[in-house]
């Protein structure tokens, strides 16, 4: 090995004396070609160390990099780097320290008055050239891929689909019957490759290596070494179960007699309800592939820990030095996830202080104001050290979303902070009367709301009742909360639409043409047209899957809702689904924009809300129904497109994905089904405060509370009569919108990394969680999606998105572990560490309000009885 350095040293000195002799003769082209030296920088720009490897033992994709770029021709290379800083000059994720690099090579003269000789001047356009076109411009997206694909390795193999629809079933099942339960455990994308590998690699021991054949089809169910791509394909197919069905919020909610009590629902009306939701999003994903997954700005960052876990299951490694760690990747994340896994017992249930951590309020547990300011669980959480529990600490996505998505969530959530404090103490519209920070409905009386007192036996609004009753109040955290909702629709359509309309009007030209080119004879066109990044080009070799196919899709799942609405009494017109469907095709594209690119996710819930309340006045059932259809398309369609991209990334075959999803869509509605009507009979007093096992049904509490809030009282009431000031931020929105599009017209450089629709989605980030929620986060981020990342790079590409996968598998199996150890039969441990977090203001004890209402007239706040809005 000192040899071979020794060997390395002189040819890099040699090519030295080269590259000055070369220059000084003015012959630099003679040295377009492959080098010692360059060979070195090459592979150090790609992540890796020179010295670990030898000469003739290069991994097939760094010796690819290696070829492409010393046989990229300079002014190949220059016009490159020219479209780069023209696409990415206001790109928050494309790093600001390498467009000043490239900005600084393309000023060939400034570049040499630097100290820099014209040697390392060419080397360097060539390199950045060369990784941005031949592999990515992103190095998160170059740490998890391959720039090469080898199509011959096997991927619709008979174990990958096994698998898949195996525990497509068992997650949709687990994940089902833990998503009513708070805290919620979920069968995650990282926890299922760890389940997958080992049956991969089992059915490749046991199984037979023959082909059987039936009929025209042959089947290999043992192909040879179970592949990364048969893995990652199989989690495609399980990725569909990963999110709760959002039908079920109404299936709970209008079947319980803790809410609405519909006694008309029976199986056919779920299932015609649940597989309509489910196949609308399905649908709305291959008419959005344009914008969100061919766009290469669009990364889908939340993938990376998928990606890197699979690479570090299944792809070869080396033990190279990586800022002194030495470690493969799969040690890395099998040391990482069995510390985690034993750590989560200690806040999760040996000393479950360490979870909520107001140490402040221990201090002095009666002290009102201090808990409404620092406490976890009724305050606001300002808290420098508010958690050591890593599901708290991840619960922002830390070591995924980018550093500065965090960062402008995080101010968007301290400004929050002030918002709420403000509008408690300021008792504004009655708020003081009310726990502050909550996200339940309360009557005048400060009782938790009943929406059978005011409702006749079809479920609408009897105003003679309402008026006995009393009006629903929001707490100053669901206030702010649904202002920052309202101003965020507006805003973030504008915004996304100004700053990215030349992607946008590209992805829409496509699909003109495609559209115009249908009816054509002898003219192929392919949803890949009009792209050409990297990861594109790999994927051309592979059929794509028409538009059309789609198509039928929506067209089916159209016709089911027609159905549902049609053939039962669910007091809901047909014209409010098309409704929905031409809405979510306006909006679906600027929200995904803002998914695709930071992290964060807006959903359209609460504006579909506030339009059929005012469409359908007084019906609950109406909005339950459409507002679930909506959200569903938004929510279901985000996920297909982010498996789609992770298909992408994987090279994994389009029409292979779209059998795979289609049929684990189809698993999953039915498995759904099947737990939600066991659980409704099985599991005593579901859905309230004294459920077992703590199955108390916190999302579909928040369902029913805005079926109550927009759909029986109605936004009109509301916004004429009870919170005048929520009708205005939509108008804030739109105006702040203009004031952000001129910052960033007139100050590109300056405002790369501000993004203010995060920032508004900060302030969503309370009611009822808070800021001890993102603080400990914002920690981590900082550390490693920004600091790690900038000066200790290698080590980053390596293990950051391996070490987020592997804390977040570890979270979730020592979850459901410790659920059926010890909480299924709770053993609690007595102690004052477990004791703590139930004691003071802050644990639910004494005061719980800023003012009581028993010292008011009549005992109750708010409009005179009789007089209500």
Request: with cysteine; aromatic share 18%; hydrophobic share 40%.
């Amino acid at each position: 090995m000192q040899s071979d350095e020794v060997s390395n040293k002189k040819d890099y000195q040699y090519s030295v004396q080269e590259k000055e002799s070369s220059t000084e003769n003015g012959n630099l082209e003679e040295f377009d070609g492959d080098t010692p030296s360059f060979r070195r920088a090459i592979i150090e720009a790609c992540g890796h160390n020179p010295d670990d490897f030898e000469s003739d033992e290069l991994p097939e994709d760094l010796q690819y990099m290696i070829n492409v770029i010393t046989s990229l021709p300079i002014d190949d290379a220059l016009k490159i780097l020219e479209r780069a800083v023209e696409e990415h000059h206001d790109d928050a994720n494309f790093s600001s320290d390498l467009l000043k690099k490239i900005e600084l090579l393309l000023d060939r003269d400034q570049y040499l008055r630097t100290g820099h000789n014209e040697f390392e001047w060419f080397e360097q356009c060539k390199i950045d050239a060369g990784l941005i076109h031949y592999h990515s411009p992103y190095p998160e997206v170059r740490t998890v891929t391959s720039p090469i694909d080898d199509e011959s390795i096997p991927v619709e193999t008979f174990r990958a689909y096994f698998f898949g629809f195996f525990w497509t079933i068992l997650g949709a099942g687990v994940n089902e019957f833990f998503s009513h339960r708070k805290p919620l455990i979920s069968l995650t994308a990282p926890v299922m490759q760890i389940l997958l590998y080992p049956c991969g690699k089992f059915f490749e021991r046991v199984l037979p290596n023959r082909v059987f054949k039936l009929g025209k089809v042959s089947v290999n169910f043992n192909p040879g070494p179970w592949s990364y791509k048969e893995q990652m394909f199989a989690t495609i197919i399980f990725n569909v179960s990963t999110n709760y069905t959002y039908v079920a919020h109404n299936i709970y909610v209008q079947k319980l007699k803790v809410f609405y009590g519909n006694d008309w629902l029976d199986f056919g009306y779920e299932v015609l309800l649940m597989l309509c939701s489910q196949l609308l999003g399905f649908g709305y994903a291959g008419i959005l592939r344009k914008f969100v997954i061919y766009n290469e700005k669009c990364l889908w960052p939340t993938l990376f820990p998928t990606m890197a876990l699979n690479g570090a299951l299944l792809r070869p490694d080396n033990k190279e030095n990586t800022n002194g760690w030495r470690m493969t990747r799969y040690k890395f994340f099998m040391v990482f996830f069995l510390t985690m896994f034993l750590y989560n017992w200690i806040p999760t249930y040996l000393f479950q202080g360490l979870s909520s951590f107001s140490w402040m309020t221990w201090i002095s547990p009666k002290n009102f104001d201090l808990a409404m300011v620092t406490g976890s669980t009724s305050g606001l959480g300002l808290n420098p050290i508010p958690t050591f529990d890593w599901n708290i600490i991840d619960y922002n996505y830390s070591l995924s979303i980018p550093f500065f998505s965090q960062l402008n969530q995080y101010i968007g959530t301290f400004i929050g902070f002030f918002v709420v404090l403000g509008l408690y103490y300021s008792n504004y519209k009655w708020t003081g009367y009310l726990p502050m920070n909550s996200n339940d409905i309360f009557t005048n009386t400060g009782d938790s709301y009943a929406v059978q007192e005011i409702l006749d036996s079809n479920s609408k609004l009897v105003e003679s009742k309402y008026q006995a009753y009393s009006p629903p109040f929001y707490t100053a955290g669901n206030l702010l909360v649904y202002g920052g909702i309202f101003a965020q629709y507006p805003f973030a359509f504008a915004y996304v639409f100004f700053t990215e309309w030349k992607a946008i009007s590209r992805c829409f030209k496509q699909i003109y043409y495609q559209m115009k080119s249908f009816r054509s004879i002898g003219k192929k066109t392919t949803t890949y047209d009009g792209f050409d990044d990297p990861q594109t080009r790999l994927m051309k070799k592979y059929k794509d899957v028409p538009d059309w196919w789609f198509l039928v899709v929506l067209v089916v799942a159209l016709v089911l809702g027609i159905l549902c609405i049609k053939l039962y009494p669910t007091q809901t017109p047909v014209w409010g689904l098309f409704y929905i469907l031409a809405f979510n095709f306006l909006f679906l594209i600027p929200i995904c924009f803002i998914f695709s690119t930071t992290g964060f996710s807006i959903t359209m819930g609460v504006i579909t809300e506030i339009i059929i309340g005012y469409a359908l006045p007084g019906n609950g059932l109406a909005l339950m129904t459409i507002k679930s259809l909506g959200y569903t398309i938004d929510n279901q369609a985000e996920s297909y497109i982010a498996d789609q991209k992770l298909a992408h990334y994987a090279k994994i075959p389009q029409r292979a994905v779209f059998k795979g999803q289609l049929v684990g869509v189809l698993i999953q509605c039915f498995v759904a089904l099947g737990v939600i009507n066991w659980q409704i009979v099985n599991v005593k007093n579901i859905c309230t405060s004294k459920a077992e096992n703590k199955f108390t049904c916190p999302k579909e509490v928040n369902f029913y509370s805005s079926s109550v809030f927009w759909g029986v009282i109605g936004p009109k009431r509301v916004f004429n009569g009870l919170y005048p000031i929520l009708k205005y931020t939509f108008l804030i929105g739109f105006l702040l919108s203009i004031l952000c599009c001129a910052i960033k017209y007139f100050f590109p450089k300056q405002t790369r990394n501000f993004h203010p629709t995060i920032l508004m989605g900060g302030l969503q980030q309370f009611a009822p969680y808070n800021l001890s929620y993102v603080t400990g986060g914002l920690y981590i981020s900082f550390a490693f999606m920004f600091y790690i990342k900038r000066y200790y790079t290698k080590w980053w590409e390596k293990y950051n998105y391996v070490l987020s996968a592997a804390f977040s598998s570890a979270i979730a199996s020592s979850a459901i572990v410790i659920f059926f150890a010890v909480n299924y039969k709770p053993k609690h441990i007595n102690w004052w560490g477990n004791n703590i977090i139930d004691t003071g203001v802050d644990g639910g004890e004494g005061r719980q309000t800023l003012k009581n209402v028993t010292s008011l007239q009549g005992g109750y706040f708010g409009p005179r009885v009789g007089s209500y809005p």
